[in-house]
T-cell receptor, first 114, second 113 residues
């Protein structure tokens, strides 16, 4: 069965510091991988996605993620965090079988301190 | 652009009551989904639809029903509400088989007392 694991429930970083959010997945084939961000009281917004090709993908708001097949990982990174990045981040996997059902991780809440 | 619109945003129900959460999208997306979000659990898929007249169960369908009579609308029906259905519900849509990106509504917070 597919599953997504985000090992960190919450992370606190200082503004200007670098960020890495971890994501590991379990899936029997090459998955479609996503990172979404959720601000308080809002729906989720896509940050970036990986389908195939270059394993380092760029997203919005200065985020990037790297797909590592050998480690079944898709970690999200940002070189310099801004206070506005404080939110909850969800890693997700999907399979394209009659509906593109997406499975989400439990989320990592990011706190940014001044 | 309205995108995905959900109503109501907040609702309190008594145990055993029924209600419908409305979802409409104006992007002409074929695929629509209902998720519930519980603290520390991420999002769980309740039902999804690949087009008008076609629906299927997700991970947690018990206690819910859906219909898809038009491309735009995908209402979620709760029959005999239970405290376990207290959650935040999100409707989402996506364009087609090869994009995968989900567009979300702002959510509907439901409390069952």
């Amino acid at each position: 069965a597919q599953s997504v694991t985000q090992p960190d429930i919450h992370i606190t970083v200082s503004e200007g510091a670098s960020l890495e959010l971890r994501c590991n997945y379990s899936y029997g084939a090459t998955p479609y991988l996503f990172w979404y961000v959720q601000s308080p009281g809002q729906g989720l917004q896509l940050l970036l996605k990986y389908f195939s090709g270059d394993t380092l993908v760029q997203g919005i708001k200065g985020f990037e993620a790297e797909f590592k097949r050998s480690q079944s990982s898709f970690n999200l990174r940002k070189p310099s965090v801004h206070w506005s990045d404080a939110a909850e981040y969800f890693c997700a996997v999907a399979r394209n079988t009659g509906g593109f059902k997406t499975i989400f991780g439990a989320g990592t809440r990011l706190f940014v301190k001044a | 652009n309205a995108g995905v619109t959900q109503t109501p945003k907040f609702r309190i129900l008594k145990i055993g009551q029924s209600m419908t959460l409305q979802c409409t999208q104006d992007m002409n997306h074929n695929y629509m989904y209902w998720y519930r979000q519980d603290p520390g659990m991420g999002l769980k898929l309740i039902y999804y639809s690949v087009g008008a007249g076609i629906t299927d169960k997700g991970e947690v369908p018990n206690g819910y029903n859906v219909s898809r009579s038009t491309t735009e609308d995908f209402p979620l029906r709760l029959e005999l509400a239970a405290p376990s259905q207290t959650s935040v519900y999100f409707c989402a849509s996506s364009h087609g088989r090869n994009t995968g990106e989900l567009f979300f509504g702002e959510g509907s917070r439901l409390t069952v007392l």
